[in-house]
């Protein structure tokens, strides 16, 4: 009895220790995943405080003189005609109207720079929308400048200097004399989604990186996926297990970990030069982002097809199905979420790749929007390393709102997978 | 379906002793020369990588006749059970030598095919593996692949007498959508035998079909093996020396790899003639 009270007497002394250590360990474990979660949040906030403004776009509204004379010399109301019309005349006009006061040329240099370059294919399309407006006066919302936009928008002071402002005192009074008459407004930016790239930060938009990125992640899936599943099936369920193919898996396991430049580089001599597949396009892009990804499809496709219980393979085995029966009517339809998982984690990754995309020169500066896989076109990170690069002001809270577009695309991606996975997942 | 189906009929109590009581079946099945053999293995061997798992056994398997393997854990049953329909193909490292043969010809023979070996030798497994699917589907997937249904009529028709005649039709005819899955243990078995009897194999083989389940369960398969025995020929390992003793004809004995006793059941029981047999039926060693 008394050996019983000196055993117990030795797991007590140990207890506290095991106690202490059990929470010491809890508290790592909090305070590490406390540190990940704030460089999240900084991320994010960061991020939407910057990108949030470049949603919406300053506009003025001019009221402007669709004058007959000058937009359709010849009288002929025809719409090529009137296409062909000087519409930087008309909108230089316009302004001279508003602001009577301007005489000299300087000044007048200096109006016309309140209003993006843009402006004048702004009242082209509101005339050739409606070919009745020619020779009436109709109010137009124009987009103003880059730096209008960022004074109005606060993110310059407009009691800056000048120069730090890019406002001349001028300007600022005639901002602030339409800004009197309710004619600046900031409105929903289509142009920074419907538009492709511009040299102006006011007319930028990702639509060609967004159209690119998608179109790139579609090749990517079609290639990735059917190489990657039949692949991970062949040396899961059928290759024997011998010399070769553990070298084939160790190699796989390399490739998964190959810097992802190095795929662009292999993309650019053999996609691009032997090939010849046309360069910048999404075809090719998402070729090179599919080998990419085929090492991840491989891996996590295999291990998903190990944890098929062999109860199932045998059972079907046993009833006289075929390898392949048994492989492609049980064992691949319980692994699939576990592929499914491995494919958008893939691809995950694959969206946010900019390197390999790099080198097969989807880093073009591209303004149509691309209409098949051929077209060039650039991707959404591509985009960002674009824009971050570029000086103007207005540049960097596009740069923000393109990454915030690309966090929400993986954001969705992701959702997707946990969407699919509980869907094809089978409960025992 | 009917509980009279699970009721020992003729089955006799289990006795230590192992004298039978005069029971209904009819004994002169077991001699050797009224009942064809069925399967006939000859000095086969068979080796995991270096290990020596099965060493010239010599065993035939009766026609129509309940035949229990019984021995310790790792003594060869299962895998002697495995060579019959080459479920040991699927191990790597798994050889086979020696001969094994169905109906007089050679199943590890080069033309031999896999599938339709297994096709004519069903197998259920120790634990109840339904597919994650509908218990029709479970029933419905072998005739499916094998193409024995003309029509969706037809294949109804098949997947109701399989389950029929495993006795589960009356429990499940109003949930044939429900996963297969979701059954209890015992009722899963009887799904899995349903599956099995579905292809219309001639030898059933039963690898210890009974070890997860209670025993209202197991007495529900064994009445279930009594009534298929009329139709199909079955192999079944077993820990249960009452179920041997309940359920088969014949009984063949393993230790370490080697057959050390094979014969009419009642005989086996009885008077053993190996002293191992004697002493594992008994319960002194295994």
């Known amino acids: 009895m008394s050996n019983k009270t000196a055993t117990y007497d030795k797991i007590k002394q140990g207890l506290k220790k095991r106690r202490r250590s059990e929470s010491r360990f809890r508290s790592i474990g909090i305070a590490s995943i406390s540190v990940g979660l704030l460089f999240i949040a900084i991320l994010f906030i960061s991020v939407t405080s910057k990108g949030y403004n470049a949603f919406t776009q300053t506009m003025i509204q001019i009221d402007v003189f669709f004058d007959p004379d000058v937009l359709d010399p010849n009288g002929s109301n025809k719409l090529e005609s009137i296409a062909r019309g000087d519409y930087r005349a008309v909108t230089r006009r316009t302004l001279s109207n508003t602001f009577k006061d301007v005489s000299s040329r300087r000044d007048k240099r200096q109006l016309y720079k309140i209003l993006s370059s843009g402006a004048q294919f702004q009242i082209r399309d509101t005339a050739l929308k409606n070919l009745s407006v020619i020779g009436t006066t109709i109010p137009v919302w124009v987009t103003a400048s880059d730096d209008v936009d960022m004074m109005i928008k606060g993110v310059v002071d407009r009691k800056a200097r000048p120069r730090v402002r890019r406002l001349s005192e001028k300007q600022m009074n005639w901002i602030r004399a339409l800004e009197s008459q309710g004619k600046v407004e900031r409105q929903f930016n289509t142009t920074f989604f419907f538009g492709g790239d511009s040299r102006e930060p006011e007319l930028a938009g990702i639509a060609v990186a967004l159209v690119g990125t998608i179109l790139s992640i579609l090749i990517c899936l079609a290639f990735a996926v059917p190489f990657g599943v039949m692949a991970a099936v062949y040396l899961e369920e059928f290759a024997p297990k011998n010399r070769w193919t553990t070298l084939l898996e160790i190699n796989i396991n390399n490739l998964a970990a190959v810097p992802s430049i190095v795929f662009g580089l292999l993309g650019l001599s053999v996609l691009l030069n032997v090939f010849e597949l046309p360069r910048s396009s999404p075809l090719v892009g998402g070729m090179v982002l599919a080998l990419m990804t085929l090492p991840t499809i491989i891996i996590t496709g295999r291990s998903a097809l190990m944890a098929v219980p062999p109860s199932i393979r045998e059972a079907a085995l046993a009833i006289g199905a075929s390898r392949v029966q048994t492989v492609f009517h049980h064992v691949l339809p319980l692994a699939m979420p576990g592929v499914l998982t491995g494919t958008i984690i893939g691809s995950a990754r694959a969206l946010g790749e900019t390197a390999p995309l790099l080198m097969i020169g989807m880093v073009a500066f591209i303004v149509d929007i691309p209409n098949s896989l051929t077209a060039p076109a650039t991707a959404l990170p591509i985009q960002v390393f674009l824009w971050a690069d570029q000086p103007e002001r207005a540049f960097g809270e596009r740069t923000a709102a393109a990454i915030l577009v690309l966090l929400i695309f993986t954001c969705l991606m992701n959702l997707a997978a946990v969407f699919l996975r509980r869907k094809f997942e089978t409960r025992w | ?286």
């Open chain 2, 1 to 286: 379906m009917t509980p009279t189906s699970i009721t020992p009929k003729a089955r006799p109590a289990f006795k230590p002793s192992f004298a039978f009581s005069s029971s209904a079946e009819p004994l002169a099945d077991f001699s050797p020369a009224t009942t064809s053999q069925k399967i006939r293995a000859e000095q086969l061997n068979v080796f995991y990588a270096k290990t020596h798992a099965l060493k010239n056994v010599d065993l035939s398997i009766p026609s129509n006749q309940v035949t229990a393997l019984i021995g310790p854990s790792g003594c060869g049953k299962s895998t002697f059970l495995r060579c019959l329909n080459r479920m040991n193909d699927l191990i790597d490292v798994c050889r086979v030598e020696g001969n094994v043969s169905l109906d007089g010809k050679d199943i590890y023979a080069a033309d031999q095919d896999v599938v339709m070996l297994r096709a004519r030798v069903g197998m259920v497994f120790q634990k109840p593996n339904p597919f994650p699917k509908s218990i029709y589907e479970n029933v419905a997937y072998g005739p499916r692949i094998h193409g024995l249904a003309e029509s969706n009529d037809e294949l109804d028709e098949i997947v109701f007498t399989s389950l029929e005649r495993a006795g589960l039709l009356a429990e499940v005819k109003d949930r044939m959508k429900v996963p297969g899955t979701a059954l209890s243990g015992g009722q899963q078995q009887r799904l899995c035998i349903a599956r099995a009897i579905a292809v219309d194999p001639e030898i059933i083989l039963m690898d210890e079909p009974c070890s997860a389940l209670d025993p209202i369960a197991t007495a529900k398969i064994e009445g279930l093996i009594e009534e298929l025995r009329t139709q199909y020929t079955i192999v079944i390992v077993t820990h249960s020396m009452q179920q041997a003793a309940r359920v088969s004809q014949k009984t063949a004995h393993f230790h370490m790899g080697e057959l050390v006793e094979s014969g009419a059941t009642e005989q086996v029981f009885s008077s053993p003639e190996n002293h191992m047999t004697r002493d594992y039926i008994l319960g002194r060693i295994g």
